[in-house]
Nanobody, 118 residues
Framework: QVQLVESGGGLVQAGGSLRLSCSAS????????MAWYRQAPGKHRELLAG???????HYADSVKGRFTISRDGAGLTVYLQMNNLNPEDTAVYLC????????????WGQGTQVTVSS
């Protein structure tokens, strides 16, 4: 089993920045990719950014150039640096870990709220 705990959300003005953290514990050796998603009220969950164990990254077009995903060397913590935030970024941000060997393939944190005021 893997446990994920997000932190770093809050209220920020448009144009501001936040840094989210996701700390993993448990069977972290089983984790391959990790990613950040967000879900706003009434909207589908959206994949924002992902990072492989080797450090390769990918981003959704909506956040490319503004958000940066990274992970520490031990793979225990994944970060999402968010710059130039706008009100459309308001959502609950969730950390995801993918374990290819199963039996549980996807783990989720509880989420952290990000609110951007205009």
């Amino acid at each position: 089993q893997v446990q994920l705990v997000e932190s770093g959300g809050g209220l920020v003005q448009a144009g501001g920045s936040l840094r989210l953290s996701c700390s993993a514990s448990g069977s972290i050796g089983s984790i391959d990719n990790m990613a950040w998603y967000r879900q706003a009220p009434g909207k589908h969950r959206e994949l924002l950014a992902g990072i492989t164990r080797a450090g390769s990254t990918h981003y959704a077009d909506s956040v490319k150039g503004r958000f940066t995903i990274s992970r520490d060397g031990a793979g225990l913590t994944v970060y999402l640096q968010m710059n130039n935030l706008n009100p459309e970024d308001t959502a609950v941000y969730l950390c995801n870990a993918f374990s290819p060997l199963g039996p549980t393939f996807h783990y989720w944190g509880q989420g952290t709220q990000v609110t951007v005021s205009s």
